[in-house]
């Protein structure tokens, strides 16, 4: 306990804030790449400790929220086939598909289950022989290791009714397409901490060579939120842009060596749809040939399903690029909350719209 106090010491939370204040001699926009630090940004008010001149934007820090529509919509369809049991985590089952959600599928009986790891999906498929299990699997470079190490452990173990619809997301092609693309202008970014733990800190430098931002590797109390927002401000203030670790206690700059092998040994990179953003070359992760039996897509022969979208106000697309806040949207609050989502943004427990929902409610449209 007293190791999370000294991270969320008031104290040395108002030190930096004003250490920030005289710091920041003009106007600088930062910009988050990871929900979580989102949610602990509103729920501990860090955005009204800060200047007026340095400004929070929220990025695609949000692994549900940016999985594609149609991934879902092949989800739904492989959970809805006889003898198919379709596993993922908690915070996808209420996401919307094209036009429907893994929860709806599952009230139409489709069988869907939570599970907390892919491994214990791959316990399940040894558990039932009978059944097809299937293991939706999402997320940023964090959660790829035990994907690709159920892979694995389905190959040494012979395990032939496991299967994987595999969904990840890298960071870095993220952040060079909103640094490239029209949008608001963007001084500096604060990485996420865990994603630097697995893969380090190198694939941000020629990014922060390429467009002139500094990238700061920085936690996820609000202590380490505000020293990455210090060491941005110093940085811009002093005309540089490095890439620096904030999250020393768990960020190595070549980052986990033996979880980046497995991932490179299961999966190869590939284009990616993100939601919101769109395809970003290099973005994704698919698995390798040698793991074909294991890929559901191609077990399954899934084809593209028809995109049947309804017309909604919502703008999580906007929320998601950091164009526009959640209580800009016209829904927030309104048609849209937690218990009647329109986007992901306000299903998942990491996302921007549910962030602000939950902890800055009195920003509700009239």
């Given at each position: 306990?007293?190791f999370v106090?000294?991270?969320r010491?008031?104290?040395?939370?108002?030190?930096?804030?004003?250490?920030?204040?005289?710091?920041?001699?003009?106007?600088?926009?930062?910009?988050?790449?990871?929900?979580?630090q989102?949610?602990?940004?509103?729920k501990?008010?860090?955005?009204?400790?800060?200047?007026?001149?340095?400004?929070?934007?929220?990025?695609?820090?949000?692994?549900?929220?940016?999985?594609?529509?149609?991934?879902?919509?092949?989800?739904?369809?492989?959970?809805?086939?006889?003898?198919?049991?379709?596993?993922?985590?908690?915070?996808?089952?209420?996401?919307?598909?094209?036009?429907?959600?893994?929860?709806?599928?599952?009230?139409?009986?489709?069988?869907?289950?939570?599970?907390?790891?892919?491994?214990?999906?791959?316990?399940?498929?040894?558990?039932?022989?009978n059944?097809?299990?299937?293991?939706?699997?999402?997320?940023?470079?964090?959660?790829?290791?035990?994907?690709?190490?159920?892979?694995?452990?389905?190959?040494?173990?012979?395990?032939?009714?496991?299967?994987?619809?595999?969904?990840?997301?890298r960071?870095?092609?993220?952040?060079?397409?909103l640094?490239?693309?029209?949008?608001?202008?963007?001084?500096?970014?604060?990485?996420?901490?865990?994603?630097?733990?697995?893969?380090?800190?190198?694939?941000?430098?020629?990014?922060?060579?390429?467009?002139?931002?500094?990238?700061?590797?920085?936690?996820?109390?609000?202590?380490?939120?505000?020293?990455?927002?210090?060491?941005c401000?110093?940085?811009?203030?002093?005309?540089?842009?490095?890439?620096?670790?904030?999250?020393?206690?768990?960020?190595?700059?070549?980052?986990?060596?033996?979880?980046?092998?497995?991932?490179?040994?299961?999966?190869e990179?590939?284009?990616?749809?993100?939601?919101?953003?769109?395809e970003?070359?290099?973005?994704?992760?698919?698995?390798r040939?040698?793991?074909?039996?294991y890929?559901?897509?191609k077990?399954?022969?899934?084809?593209?399903?028809?995109?049947?979208?309804?017309?909604?106000?919502?703008?999580?697309?906007?929320?998601?690029?950091?164009?526009k806040?959640?209580?800009?949207?016209?829904?927030?609050g309104?048609?849209?909350?937690?218990?009647?989502?329109l986007?992901?943004?306000?299903?998942?427990?990491?996302?921007?719209?549910?962030?602000?929902?939950?902890?800055?409610?009195?920003?509700?449209?009239?």
């Open positions: 306990m007293k106090d000294e991270y010491d008031p104290g040395q939370a108002r030190r930096l804030a004003a250490a920030i204040a005289e710091t920041a001699t003009q106007p600088w926009t930062l910009m988050e790449v990871c929900g979580g989102t949610h602990a940004i509103m501990f008010g860090i955005d009204q400790l800060l200047p007026k001149d340095v400004t929070l934007l929220h990025g695609p820090g949000c692994p549900v929220c940016v999985t594609p529509a149609l991934a879902i919509d092949q989800a739904i369809a492989l959970a809805e086939q006889n003898d198919v049991v379709l596993c993922t985590f908690g915070d996808m089952i209420r996401v919307p598909g094209s036009g429907q959600s893994l929860s709806t599928a599952k009230a139409r009986g489709g069988d869907v289950r939570i599970v907390y790891s892919p491994l214990d999906a791959l316990a399940l498929a040894e558990a039932t022989p059944k097809e299990i299937v293991f939706f699997a999402i997320g940023f470079e964090t959660t790829a290791p035990t994907t690709a190490m159920a892979a694995f452990e389905a190959q040494r173990r012979s395990v032939q009714n496991f299967s994987l619809l595999v969904s990840h997301v960071v870095p092609p993220a952040l060079d397409a640094l490239t693309t029209e949008g608001p202008k963007i001084d500096a970014f604060l990485a996420a901490g865990h994603v630097c733990a697995i893969m380090g800190l190198s694939e941000y430098e020629p990014i922060c060579a390429r467009h002139g931002v500094p990238i700061v590797a920085t936690g996820f109390e609000p202590v380490d939120i505000l020293e990455g927002v210090l060491m401000v110093r940085q811009l203030e002093a005309d540089r842009a490095e890439v620096e670790n904030q999250y020393a206690r768990a960020v190595r700059h070549k980052g986990n060596g033996a979880a980046q092998e497995l991932i490179s040994a299961v999966f990179v590939a284009d990616q749809e993100w939601r919101g953003i769109g970003l070359a290099a973005s994704g992760l698919r698995l040939e040698t793991f074909r039996a890929n559901a897509a077990k399954f022969a899934l084809a593209p399903v028809a995109d049947v979208r309804s017309e909604t106000p919502c703008i999580s697309g906007d929320v998601l690029r950091g164009v806040r959640p209580n800009d949207c016209p829904a927030f309104k048609a849209c909350s937690p218990e009647r989502p986007g992901a943004t306000m299903v998942s427990s990491e996302g921007a719209c549910a962030a602000y929902y939950r902890y800055a409610r009195k920003n509700i449209p009239a």
